[in-house]
């Protein structure tokens, strides 16, 4: 048995083991393990610091969860798009391939806690099916294998797969989801690594949420797969208590960055039963991205998205940064809150002349004279006069996100 497989075995999952070790009360703990039961990895667990800090919010069952009586089964709709079992086919050209029910740590906000935990939730003997269902289907280019966690899966298993998915001449890339680098990075071995360098292109998609999850043994799982030519993303989940803070992400994502791992998607959180206390409004989520970009490197600022309930897949979101847009020019914000104006390019040379590249560089959403233009005549100084198409003198530029320290 390799040490990951002994550190399942050690994790604490029984209902005995919450009482004792979270002081859970035994009727709530067994609520929630037949709610969604419990696995914490020895290492995960070492992780946490203090009760009920961001480590622990993620991985100990909480009462909260039996509260939440709004939530959905599967806010996604993945089983509704599913036309043979284990594929979800939501985008024209990808399908998502569910491989294995198990994962390294049971997350507490899991979206897909209908499929995850007991081992007959997803039966192998029904990936033939999917198999066929992704050769038929060569619209398919890319899968994303999933679960659970694929990397949850025995070196010879997730080979067999690998191997039946690149005998697949259309499938052009294949994803890897799993949150083992984060969660059990002892997993990443070099004989695993060795085996799916084999198969090019794959891609790893990982799930760290927090800065604390990237400790020794994180990094050096990261850089063996970068190591192997295996380019690894990170997708966050936006969660209250956990990571709802503009600078415990940004210390999230500069790290992920430096582990060489590209920050891909930040989500809120899905309208999943059982999770609601970690939702936080969108507004959270759009300070957040405010004040990531232009802060930090580019590299480090992920996509906001929402992944729309009822299966309308992902929905990118941003902060306001265009006030103002006409058939001329756009009138738009900065990162430090300034206004800038940018010209279409139809305009002739006098009517561009007439809209100054920049309006203001008054800070913190005031545009200084309220005329729109900067010289409180209408006229850029070079004695043309004539305004452009639906010229808009004054432009409210409404309060954002007060900036803060960074
Ligand atoms: S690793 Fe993914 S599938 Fe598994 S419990 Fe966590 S979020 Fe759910």
């Not at 002081?23 to 419990?38: M, P, R, S, W, Y």
């Not at 659970?148 to 994803?175: A, C, N, S, V, Y």
């Not at 979101?317 to 265009?322: K, R, S």
């Not at 279409?344 to 545009?367: C, F, R, W």
Request: overall charge neutral; aromatic content about 8%.
């Amino acid at each position: 048995m390799e040490l990951w497989q002994q550190m399942i075995r050690d994790s604490v999952h029984s209902v005995d083991q919450l009482v004792e070790k979270f002081g859970i009360d035994k009727t709530v703990a067994e609520n929630l393990d037949e709610f969604f039961q419990a696995r914490i990895n020895p290492y995960y667990l070492s992780l946490i610091r203090y009760p009920g800090d961001p480590i622990w919010k993620q991985c100990v069952p909480d009462r909260a969860e039996l509260d939440d009586i709004e939530g959905f089964e599967d806010p996604l709709q993945e089983d509704a798009m599913s036309p043979v079992p284990n594929i979800t086919h939501r985008y024209p050209d990808r399908a998502l391939f569910l491989t294995t029910s198990q994962c390294g740590m049971y997350c507490r906000f899991c979206t897909r806690k209908r499929k995850v935990g007991n081992a007959d939730k997803i039966s192998m003997k029904e990936l033939e099916s999917a198999f066929k269902y992704l050769e038929k289907h060569t619209e398919i280019r890319d899968v994303v294998m999933s679960g659970g966690d694929p990397l949850m899966l025995t070196d010879t298993m997730l080979e067999k797969i690998l191997k039946r998915l690149r005998q697949i001449p259309h499938l052009e890339i294949i994803r890897i989801g799993s949150k083992m680098p984060c969660v059990l990075p002892h997993r990443i071995t070099p004989k695993l690594v060795e085996m799916i360098k084999k198969y090019h292109p794959i891609y790893v998609n990982t799930h760290f949420n927090h800065p604390w999850e990237i400790t020794p043994e994180s990094s050096k799982a990261c850089e063996m797969l970068a190591n192997a030519g295996i380019p690894v993303s990170n997708q966050a989940v936006l969660m209250k208590g956990v990571n709802d803070d503009a600078d415990v992400m940004k210390d999230l994502f500069t790290k992920l960055l430096k582990i060489r791992v590209r920050p891909y998607y930040l989500y809120m959180a899905d309208e999943t039963r059982g999770a609601n206390h970690f939702r936080t409004s969108l507004d959270k989520g759009l300070e957040i991205m405010f004040k990531l970009r232009g802060h930090t490197s580019g590299l480090a600022v992920p996509h906001f998205v929402i992944d729309a309930p009822g299966g309308g897949g992902k929905i990118p979101v941003l902060p306001q940064y265009i006030l103002h847009r006409d058939e001329d020019r756009v009138v738009m914000r900065n990162y430090k809150n300034e206004v800038y104006v940018y010209r279409e390019a139809h305009l002739d040379q006098k009517a561009a002349n007439n809209i100054p590249v920049e309006l203001v560089t008054k800070k913190n959403g005031s545009n200084g004279n309220g005329n729109g233009n900067g010289n409180g005549n209408g006229s850029n100084g070079n004695g043309a006069s004539k305004k452009p198409k639906n010229y808009k003198e004054n432009i409210d530029v409404p309060e954002l996100f007060p900036m803060s320290k960074n």
